[in-house]
Structure formats: C-alpha cells, structure tokens
C-alpha cells in the first residue's frame, strides 16, 4: 500500500441522519464566543451543572471516542491526524476562538472529551464526527499513516475500546485503505461522473453531426407571428 494510507473507522446502524439528532447544534455558539449561550436548540445536551455546554447538543456528545494505535514489528508507525477535515469547515464552520467549555461533564457522559486548551477549529476529531453522514452504515476518516506498506508486511493494531456500540445495537470497524485516481477505493461516485461525462460528450458529438448534416433551413430562423398564420 503506497502512502498516504487512510485510516477510517466504521459504524453500523447509527443513525446520524436521524431528524432530531441532526437538529442538536447551534451553529452560531461554534462560531463565535459571543454566542456560549445560544443552546435553544441543543436539548438535551444544552447545559450541565447550570451552564451551557460547548459544544452544546447531541451530535457533539456522542463524539466517536475509540482509539488506535499502529506498529509494524520493533517500529511505530506514527498516525497524522492533521488535515482530516474539510479545511472551509475549520475556517468557517468552526470557530477560532471558541473552545469547549463544561463538555461531558453532566450526569451521562455520551463520548469522547475534548481538549479545553484547543479552540473547535483545531479539534479535527469534532469536525469529521460532526459532518453528518446520511445512511446508517458510514465511514469517517479517522487519521492517515505517511509509509508505506509492503505485500506480506503485519501490523499490529491495538484498539482502545471505549465508544459504547452496545447501546444501540451497533458494529464498528476499522478500514485502511489508499486513493486512485477515481479517488478512494469505492469508486461508485468516480465512475459514475466519468460514465455521465462521456455520455454527455458523445451526444454533443451527435448533436454536433446533425447540425452539420441536417442544417436549419431559412425559413426557420425566424417565425412569423401573424394573425393569419395563427388562425391556420
């Protein structure tokens, strides 16, 4: 496998596309400091111990929290986890100077913590989580590994197991895998666009031939309007 080598985790029958979970956010507290309190819409994650929460709501609580490490015999093979997010979302989406503020520190604590020391826009983790996915068995990019590895080579991977999949009668999963020119190695969406492309390519071409062919006549570049006609 040639480098870049993407690390995704998986998750079956969590539904992220789900109308009300979808509606736990407030987009203007990740924004912008100004808004800590601007929770209306982040029950039953919007306040703990009295004080709002930040990130408030549902899709930042049950952040996806299991860990993995890597390790091809005597030799660590270091995880990048910078740039795994869209970068218009850490420019815009999220914050620069908001961070997170009383974040699972209620009765039922749902996922990963956040680090208090690091405003949203740095916290990739979040931003991957929180780009919801629209079917219930999903991918998200987790980190990359910047080696590569060879045929025959082993990895041992040892896996923090803390995201409780039980609770909602789910399957995780871990995928490595690397980009071709159509992209990842689902390359449904790739062909898809190359196959539409060419389509559209070769009915120009035949609309092209007609026109040549078969070209428009005098009299039907322009059209008469007249009563008299109209009638007809």
Known sequence: MKKP???YYQLDKFYQNHRRYTKSLSDMQLRNPKNMKS????NPEATANGRPVVPCGLIAWSLFNDTYSFARGNETLRVNKHGISWKSEREHRFGKHVYPSNFQSGSLIGG??????????EQEDLIVWMRLAALPTFRKLYGKIDMDLQAGEVVLVTMQNNYNSYS???KKSLVLSTTGWLGGKNAFLG???VIFGMACFLL???LTFLCIVFP???EHLSLDYSPALLLR
């Open 5 to 7: 080598i993407y690390i």
């Open 39 to 42: 929770t209306r819409q982040c």
């Open 112 to 121: 990963g913590k956040l680090n208090p020391s690091k405003p949203l826009s």
């Open 168 to 170: 909602f009668d789910g």
């Open 191 to 193: 062909r898809a666009y």
């Open 204 to 206: 120009a071409l035949l």
């Open 216 to 218: 428009m006549k005098e």
